[in-house]
């Protein structure tokens, strides 16, 4: 069965036409970091040992933890399918609302889901999951927080794809043995096509997943563009204060709109609107997408407008 997620842009196209889109349906960082020119051999030849040393090399720099714990993957998603698999099938519990990819990667591999609405309904699980900060409301926890959770679970994943521009809710650099962290590249650079992200966890596991991706398991150009762009501090400083300041605008656009905010990250923010769909329609009239949950007929969620053309667009649809 299709899940539902962002990004379904083919979607919009086919309702309401082509033409130039912005979409804000999902929380892919809209100023992505400039890519610049690549050597041809990342194109022409298989990645390289050596290439991968160098992005695990800097993503440990960037996560603030030992490079043996960390395994590049083809995005956070990959992590998400592999590891259900990874560790023996039991009781696994998810918090909920959340991305919708775990609790259905976890039934695939034959684990027994039930959603938890907080961390104290968690205890005793096999496995939890955890998104922090949490997609789609922006629920955070802090570190000392889940690594409690950790020594009254069996296993706990905590999904930080949305964690980059907050390192302080990170328990990447003191994570207990038991809990395994996932990170997504795409979606703080702004380069989601590239299809890069990591586990953060104990060697024995990351072999394990490892042997299950396969050689190759990032792409060359994946693997140079990410060591170029988690050691670039300055421009991941910058995309930080920009995307604070603008989260912060996109609120108050809403609120002059009527909508009450809901919560958010840096990279996308949740709005009660009274009617998600009517809005969603409203707005993709002007061709600008969004997203909206099965689950709550007011909800509608928003990433953040990456230039002046954007923002203009954005503020004349939002008043029309």
């Not at 196209?13 to 050597?39: C, H, K, M």
């Not at 390192?167 to 990447?172: E, G, K, R, T, Y």
């Not at 795409?186 to 394990?208: H, M, T, V």
């Amino acid at each position: 069965m299709k899940r539902d997620h962002g990004g379904d842009i083919d979607r919009a196209q086919e309702r309401f036409g082509g033409g130039q889109w912005i979409d804000l349906s999902t929380g892919i960082n809209r100023r992505p970091y400039p890519v610049g020119a690549l050597p041809e051999a990342v194109w022409q030849a298989l990645p390289t040992e050596s290439a991968r040393v160098g992005l695990i090399d800097a993503a440990a720099g960037w996560f603030g933890c030992a490079p043996e714990r960390v395994l590049p993957l083809a995005g956070a998603s990959a992590a998400i399918q592999l590891l259900p698999r990874a560790l023996p099938a039991g009781s696994a519990a998810v918090l909920t609302p959340s991305y919708n990819e775990h609790a259905a990667s976890l039934r695939d591999a034959g684990w027994q889901v039930r959603d938890a609405a907080t961390l104290d309904a968690m205890e005793g699980a096999d496995l939890a999951v955890v998104v922090n900060p949490n997609n789609p409301d922006g629920r955070e926890w802090a570190p000392d927080v889940l690594a409690d959770l950790a020594g009254r679970v069996g296993h706990l994943i905590i999904d930080e794809s949305f964690a980059d521009p907050r390192p302080d809710l990170s328990l990447a650099s003191a994570a207990p043995e038991n809990v395994t962290i996932l990170r997504s590249f795409g979606k703080f650079w702004g380069l989601a096509g590239l299809r890069l992200g990591f586990a953060i966890g104990q060697p024995p596991l990351l072999a394990s997943l490892a042997q299950s991706a396969g050689p190759w398991s990032v792409n060359g150009p994946a693997l140079a563009i990410g060591t170029r762009a988690m050691a670039d501090l300055a421009w991941a400083d910058d995309a930080v204060v920009y995307l604070s300041e603008a989260s912060l605008r996109l609120d108050r656009l809403a609120l002059r709109r009527g909508w009450q905010t809901v919560g958010g990250t840096h990279l996308f923010r949740l709005y009660e609107t009274g009617d998600a769909q009517a809005t969603q329609d409203h707005l993709a009239r002007a061709q600008i997408w969004t997203r909206r949950f099965p689950y709550s007929s007011g909800w509608l969620r928003m990433g953040i407008p990456g230039s002046h053309a954007e923002w203009d667009r954005v503020m004349t649809a939002m008043n029309g």
